[in-house]
């Protein structure tokens, strides 16, 4: 079955420092692609990183990274340089195929709160 | 920028009403897409559509229906409201062959 786990509900970090957030995913789809989405509290879904399953390098979106290690199936999340707009929950998705179309669905994970303290 | 509008942010309605939440996309995605959020369940997809009056369910469809009379507009049809329906609806658009789907701002919605 294709599913996302994130074991961490939450997770502390000092302003200023790096943080990682777990994910990893099951899926016998040969090409797919991952996401992560930050939902502040006013509850919109903003997208922050995509990485597809061919991709040779690890996606890099400003102060956002994903560490995709595809033998071990995880896309962690890297936050570089925490910020306290960065307090949030976090969501890792998966896309079953790299195509759009009827397959385009997302699948989510359960979130990581992240909490930037002062 | 994308933009994705939900008619109402937050909605309270009486068990047994008829409910309906209206999404608007201004990018000509093909692709729309229904959530509900709920605490610890996380997202879970309701009924996307890939065209004009074209709907397929996802995960969690009994009790909802849905319409696409425009490309731009899917809608989301409570056909009698129930106290487990009580939740934060999401919905997002995505082009047809690209991966990224984009969020509106959600509607979080309370039946008594």
């Known amino acids: 079955a294709q599913k996302i786990t994130q074991t961490q509900p939450g997770m502390f970090v000092q302003e200023k420092e790096a943080v990682t957030l777990d994910c990893t995913y099951d899926t016998s789809d040969p090409s797919y692609g991952l996401f992560w989405y930050k939902q502040p509290s006013s509850g919109e879904m903003i997208f922050l990183i995509y990485q597809g399953s061919y991709d040779q390098q690890n996606a890099t979106e400003g102060r956002y990274s994903l560490n995709f290690q595809k033998a071990r199936k995880s896309a962690n999340l890297v936050i570089s340089a925490s910020q306290l707009g960065d307090s949030a929950m976090y969501f890792c998705a998966m896309r079953p195929s790299n195509y759009g179309g009827s397959q385009g669905n997302l699948i989510f994970g359960k979130g990581t709160k992240l909490s930037v303290k002062p | 920028d994308v933009k994705v509008t939900q008619s109402s942010r937050y909605l309270v309605k009486r068990t047994g009403e008829k409910v309906f939440l209206e999404c608007v996309q201004d990018?000509?995605?093909?692709?729309m897409f229904w959530y509900r959020q709920d605490p610890g369940l996380g997202l879970r997809l309701i009924y996307f559509?890939?065209?004009?009056?074209?709907?397929e369910k996802g995960d969690i469809p009994e009790g909802y229906s849905v319409s696409r009379e425009k490309k731009e507009r899917f809608s989301l049809i409570l056909e009698s409201a129930s106290t487990n329906q009580t939740s934060m609806y999401l919905c997002?658009?995505?082009?047809?062959?690209?991966?990224?789907?984009?969020f509106g701002p959600g509607t979080r919605l309370t039946v008594l």
């Open positions: 990018m000509d995605h093909e692709n």
């Open positions: 559509s890939y065209d004009v009056k074209m709907k």
């Open positions: 997002a658009s995505s082009p047809l062959h690209m991966d990224t789907q984009y």
